[in-house]
Every structure is written in C-alpha cells, then in structure tokens.
C-alpha cells in the first residue's frame, strides 16, 4: 500500500521555537506538497518540489521553508513560530502536476503554538 | 468568476436518499478533475476522477457540464458511512498546478 507518512500527529510547541515537520513517501514520486488547512479557508499550499533539492513557493509561504535533499523526504520548517501557525498541516506527494495525477496525502500533524 | 467554488452545506440527508453537489470552476481549459473525500480530522483521499465522458463507481456518479463550468458528485443508496466533506479539485488558471475546493459537509442521518 503506497504512502505519505508523517512524523508527528500532534505537537505543541512554543512561540519563537524553531518546528521542523518531517514527511516520507514511498511511491518514488517527484512531486511533493507542504498544504496547510484551516476552517472556511479550505487546503492553502505552502510550498513544493519537483525535484531534490528544489522547491517553489505556494500561495502562502511567508513564515516557512522547506528542505528536500533526498527524493523521498520533504520537510517544512517553522523558522520561528507564531500563534497564527497553529493549524493543521498536510503533506501530499504525486507523481505530476496538474489533474492528470492524483495527490496521495498523509495523515497530517496537528500543530499548536503556544 | 473564482476559480472554485463549492456549497459549504451542510447537506442533511436521510440514509438511504440520494444526494447531489456541485462544484463550479473558472478555467474553461479544463481537461480533467477530481473528487476526494475528507473524514473530520483525517487527510482528504481520492474518491473518484471526472473526465468529459463522466465517471461512475458503485453508488456514487462525477459528471462534468462544460458548457456551465462546474462538475457534479451524485451519491445513490446514501449510507451512514458517507458523512464526510468531498472536496473538488480542479486545474489552477495561473500555472499547472490543481486547487482544492473548500468542500461541501455531507451529514447521512439515521
């Protein structure tokens, strides 16, 4: 069974801390997603990569970063959290762009600053 | 025109009805879609893809009006187990990238 694995479900942590949310994928996919989702604003995208070591920016990447030196691995950095970072963030990996290719998601991390 | 758009319900539906929702969209280039399905506090997974000619699964039919932009998610025989949010997904007018929708709620009631 494919997968997009997240490394944490919940974490709290404190505003001005450093966050790093980790994720894997098994699929051997070139294509990887950081999405954060909040209520009545739906799926927001951060950022994304399309290759090892590369990345572009989404729709809202201010406050964030995002590191992929292995294909299978993206993570999001929260350099310096802040209250209005608590949200729900999910990973998605997929094959291509567009709707030609669906997006495989993992389970999320529930994140709360503090 | 925004480039999704969907009825945040919810839609009430007694068990055993059949429901339909719509989604509109504004990039009239658009080839291809898809309906995922999100349960509360888990990720969304896809349920179904929608191309021209419609898409059909068990209970549950995608179809897309080109003519008036917007895809449709119609599910038969609902069951309690559909409660869920179905978001739709469609292809960005800026770029070649997809944008989820915001979702409609779907409540099955006993």
């Known amino acids: 069974d494919v997968k997009v694995t997240q490394s944490s479900r919940y974490l709290v942590k404190r505003t001005g801390e450093k966050v790093f949310l980790e994720c894997v994928q098994d699929m051997d996919h070139e294509n990887m997603f950081w999405y954060r989702q909040d209520p009545g604003l739906g799926l927001r995208l951060i950022y994304f990569s399309y290759d090892v070591k590369m990345k572009e920016k989404g729709d809202i990447p201010e406050g964030y970063s995002v590191s992929r030196e292995k294909k299978e691995r993206f993570s999001l950095i929260l350099e310096s959290a802040s209250t209005n970072q608590t949200s729900m963030y999910l990973c998605?990996?997929?094959?291509?762009?567009?709707?030609?290719?669906?997006?495989?998601f993992g389970s999320g991390t529930r994140l709360t600053v503090v | 025109r925004k480039e999704v758009e969907q009825d945040p319900g919810p839609f009430n539906v007694p068990e055993g009805a059949t429901v339909a929702f719509n989604c509109t969209y504004s990039?009239?280039?658009?080839?291809?879609f898809f309906w995922y399905r999100q349960d509360c506090r888990k990720e969304p997974k896809l349920l179904m893809s929608?191309?021209?000619s419609g898409n059909e699964d068990g209970r549950f039919t995608a179809q897309l009006n080109r003519a008036s932009q917007y895809i449709s998610l119609l599910i038969r025989d609902s069951k309690l187990s559909d409660s869920a949010t179905y978001l739709c997904?469609?292809?960005?007018?800026?770029?070649?990238?997809?944008?989820f929708g915001k979702g409609t709620r779907l409540h099955i009631l006993p």
């Open positions: 998605a990996s997929s094959r291509g762009f567009g709707t030609a290719y669906g997006y495989t």
């Open positions: 929608v191309y021209s």
């Open positions: 997904v469609v292809p960005s007018n800026r770029d070649d990238k997809i944008i």
């Open positions: 990039n009239s280039a658009s080839q291809s």
